[in-house]
């Protein structure tokens, strides 16, 4: 059985950093891109960025918001996700899902990327 | 970047009605569609990708049309465990935008 725990989330001052985690388990890490998800209260789902699996550089790719803010990295031989958050804005405020990237192929080389399974959530709130 | 238009923003229901939900991207993203349900203080699950294909697990009552620019997402007959929020997502091109969501409720 896949699943994802996300810790780490809490109570941050604006300006400041913290680290989230995503310990996955039930399928092979190193295959899967991982990717994460936030959502603020009451609103909708934004895209926060994903890195790719090592097989494809284990580079990054980030909505602009975030951008030269937070860094996602990988550790494979642990199987944990990360998410470090620098220089927090109270509006970066939202519960954060941690997603496995799903790879399901429509021919021999073309595949589709949905987020197939996706953790309980941490909730981050950045406050003074 | 591709933007996500839903719509309706909210759609009240009865059970056993059939519903649908579209989403319009900004360009086309061929098939490159994904739908997921959320039920309050829960996850998303995911429940169509490649705009039509069902995710294993989903019932049946759900099904995704369209590529290009226009989808669908058609629940045939509502259940009570189906009255939640819906999005769209685009998985074609960087960043993957999610459409604003669909509320449905119970009328």
């Known amino acids: 059985e896949v699943q994802l725990v996300e810790s780490g989330g809490g109570l941050v001052q604006p300006g400041r950093s913290l680290r989230l985690s995503c310990t996955a388990s039930?399928?092979?890490?190193?295959?899967?891109?991982m990717s994460w998800v936030r959502q603020a209260p009451g609103k909708g789902l934004e895209w926060v960025g994903f890195?790719?699996?090592?097989?494809?550089?284990?580079?990054?790719e980030y909505a602009a918001s975030v951008k030269g803010r937070f860094t996602i990295s990988r550790d494979d031989s642990k199987s944990i996700a990360y998410l470090q958050m620098n220089s927090l804005k109270t509006e970066d405020t939202a519960v954060y899902f941690c997603?496995?990237?799903?790879?399901?192929?429509?021919?021999?080389?073309?595949?589709?990327?949905?987020?197939?399974?996706w953790g309980q959530g941490t909730l981050v709130t950045v406050s003074s | 970047d591709i933007q996500m238009t839903q719509s309706p923003s909210s759609l009240s229901a009865s059970v056993g009605d059939r519903v649908s939900i579209t989403c319009r991207a900004s360009q086309s993203i061929r098939t490159y569609l994904n739908w997921y349900q959320q039920k309050p203080g829960k996850a998303p699950n995911l429940l169509i990708y490649?705009?039509?294909s069902l995710q294993r697990g989903v019932p049946s009552r759900f099904s995704g049309s369209g590529s290009g620019t226009d989808f669908t997402l058609t629940i045939s007959s509502l259940q009570p465990e189906d009255f939640a929020t819906y999005y769209c997502?685009?998985?074609?091109?960087?960043?993957?935008?999610f459409g604003q969501g669909t509320k449905l409720e119970i009328k």
């Open positions: 997603t496995r990237v799903g790879i399901y192929y429509y021919d021999s080389s073309g595949y589709w990327t949905p987020l197939d399974y």
């Open positions: 890195i790719r699996s090592k097989t494809y550089g284990g580079t990054t």
């Open positions: 997502q685009q998985s074609y091109i960087i960043p993957y935008i």
């Open positions: 490649g705009a039509s």
């Open positions: 039930g399928f092979t890490f190193g295959d899967h891109p």
